[in-house]
């Protein structure tokens, strides 16, 4: 900040009451620097030290939503170069894993460069996922852009990565299923490659919900009968046999229930009650009554 | 200690200041703290000072405020929200505000595909991030004000949208089902009377599987790093996430909408609430056993005993997650 004179701007006082009902104790910096946003806003201007204003603003506080409106409004009014933003904000998604705003004034300069690339996108997207495999924000950002770029190449490479690493990942699950949606669309895809490739990496990990719930998924989507997956469900679970998972034991009284095996659905909504997710048991209960 | 005074640290929530106010109000009374008139006063006339001067909405801090006014200190869906339901549990009547402009604003900020963006920017476009939130926010703006006026924004797209949310295992979210979001759709449809609960059987299922239990017969999980035996009766937000207390509230609260807490189990949930993330030495409740309470988790675990009827604490309305109380009037 120290680079750009404002001394023929009055920063705008903060006008709270005296007996205000929450304050934050602002640090003098911030103070100045809303101050002073608030006294260039007013005027409207359109600069390049209101343009280091925003940057100070967003560092720090990164929820300041008229702090991005007003940096856009800057960039377009003067012309900035655009890719140069995209860069800037590389480096602040790291600092602000959980922030909204940046991956929204992403989605903004892409559109306006009508940038579709995916290969400048794929690095920023993979540090960020590699840091925190989970994080909504970047995962739904993926999704945009890979939608937006209409290049779903690289996704079954990536997510096959990520699931090879931690195969109870639901947001590459998740980001698998919307590609295999995508591809099947373009051109029809040979779904049983996709079935075997579930049902291995279930035999992984037999308690992981969120390959069994893909899996059902898949059968719903591509109009399956799930009738097919007995043999291999019977593997880990049955109504006499120690059942050793739950997400199985489920997904085998699905099976009863599109047979039309009240009998057995009950016998297992029982086993489920009672023994083996005794902490849903109201709801088996439930299931088991309207059989 | 929420109304008075917050570190420094607390700069980056700055700009939903009255987001945090929200929950603090909502919790006292919650918790059948009897504002005394003096208080109510305060308190809004304080949020009243938020309402921007051409009458949109209310913006997030005094901070963010300019004198000689232009759009480029708008209302936000957010605060707007927020201020409504303090006003609301208050008692004020909302004679202050202009209920035509306001849902003018939430209508403007609702864009093609039927979901609303946080804000309007300087030549009243939409802007900012617009998901499942920003449909629960202004529906919820819409029952708040009880509005029947002309402005009302496109209902039939926003279902629309909503319904195009449900992911392949019965949650809704942008691509991976989430809880919180589940919430907020569910809860939007309820808001506008169109939530036929027998359409979300399958959302049923997968909120009630949010709740984590370990047992003798699952217990190979507990050597994943995102599990931890001490979430026992919790609930997570997402499949093979940690336990969190927030989502407590968001999966009861939204199968509450479909009129199916009855499948949470109680005793667990209550258990983790008051002995494991209940911060007994300075009160409040924090995000994980390991965190510092804060206000955000606070509310939503008193909102959550609230939904089990917890001795002591005052009815929800967990559609617009204030307290009954406030509501009944509307």
Same mark, same amino acid.
């Given at each position: 900040m120290e680079n750009f004179n404002y001394d023929d701007v009055q920063p705008l006082p903060l006008v709270e &009451?005296?007996? &205000?009902?929450t304050t934050i104790l602002y640090s003098d910096d911030y103070k100045r620097t809303l101050g002073l946003l608030a006294a260039l806003l007013e005027k409207k201007e359109y600069s390049e030290r209101a343009y280091h204003l925003t940057t100070e603003a967003i560092g720090l506080n990164a929820a300041h939503y008229t702090a991005w409106q007003y940096r856009y409004h800057i960039v377009i009014n003067l012309g900035y170069d655009l890719l140069n933003e995209l860069n800037w904000l590389e480096e602040i998604a790291l600092d602000n894993v959980k922030n909204y705003q940046i991956w929204n004034y992403r989605q903004l300069l892409i559109k306006k460069l009508e940038l579709k690339n995916l290969r400048r996108e794929i690095p920023l997207l993979e540090v960020m996922i590699d840091e925190d495999s989970k994080n909504y924000h970047v995962w739904s950002y993926r999704k945009w852009v890979v939608q937006y770029c209409n290049d779903y190449s690289n996704e079954l490479a990536f997510v096959g990565r990520l699931i090879k690493e931690d195969v109870y990942n639901n947001s590459a699950w998740a980001h698998r299923f919307f590609t295999i949606v995508k591809l099947n669309e373009i051109k029809q895809i040979n779904i049983q490659d996709e079935i075997d490739y579930v049902l291995e990496n279930i035999e992984l990990a037999i308690h992981n919900a969120s390959t069994w719930n893909y899996l059902s998924g898949i059968y719903e989507h591509f109009n +399956?009968? $799930? $009738? %097919?997956l007995e043999p291999f469900i019977s593997k880990f679970t049955g109504l006499d046999n120690e059942v050793n998972s739950t997400p199985a034991l489920e997904f085998l009284i699905r099976i009863f229930l599109v047979k039309g095996e009240k009998e057995k659905a009950s016998k297992g909504y029982d086993l489920l009650a009672k023994?083996?997710?005794? $902490? +849903?048991e109201n709801y088996w209960n439930f299931l088991k009554k309207k059989l | 200690m929420v109304l008075s005074m917050l570190p420094s640290k607390a700069q980056s929530l700055d700009s939903n200041k009255l987001l945090l106010i929200y929950c603090a109000v909502c919790s006292l009374s919650l918790l059948r703290y009897q504002f005394t008139k003096q208080e109510r006063q305060n308190i809004t006339e304080f949020i009243y000072l938020h309402y921007v001067p051409n009458g949109e909405g209310f913006r997030g801090s005094m901070t963010h405020k300019l004198s000689d006014w232009n759009r480029y200190d708008p209302g936000t869906l957010a605060n707007t929200y927020s201020a409504l339901c303090i006003l609301t549990t208050l008692g004020d009547?909302?004679?202050?505000? %202009?209920k035509d402009k306001i849902m003018k604003y939430v209508k403007d900020c609702q864009i093609v595909n039927g979901s609303f963006l946080s804000i309007l920017d300087i030549n009243g476009h939409p802007f900012g991030d617009g998901d499942l939130r920003q449909c629960y926010l202004a529906s919820s703006i819409r029952r708040l004000l009880n509005y029947k006026g002309d402005h009302d924004f496109n209902i039939l797209k926003m279902i629309k949208f909503i319904k195009s949310q449900c992911t392949y295992d019965g949650g809704l979210g942008a691509g991976e089902s989430h809880a919180g979001l589940t919430f907020c759709g569910l809860s939007a449809l309820q808001l506008v009377g169109a939530l036929d609960r027998d359409e979300w059987s399958n959302t049923a299922h997968w909120l009630v599987h949010r709740q984590l239990f370990y047992t003798e017969y699952n217990r190979d999980l507990l050597e994943y790093k995102f599990c931890d035996e001490v979430d026992q009766g919790s609930h997570n937000g997402r499949e093979n996430k940690f336990g969190d207390t927030c989502y407590s509230f968001w999966v009861i609260g939204a199968l509450s909408l479909l009129r199916s807490s009855q499948f949470v189990n109680k005793q667990h949930c209550e258990n983790y609430l008051l002995n494991v993330t209940q911060n007994r030495i300075i009160g409040g409740f924090s995000k994980t056993d390991s965190d510092d309470p804060d206000p955000y988790h606070s509310f939503l675990a008193i909102a959550a005993l609230s939904i089990m009827k917890f001795e002591g604490i005052g009815e929800l309305d967990y559609e617009l997650v204030v307290p009954k109380l406030a509501t009944n009037k509307l």
């Open positions: &009451p005296n007996n &205000p009902v +399956r009968s $799930i $009738i %097919e023994k083996f997710d005794t $902490i +849903r | 009547d909302l004679a202050g505000v %202009e």
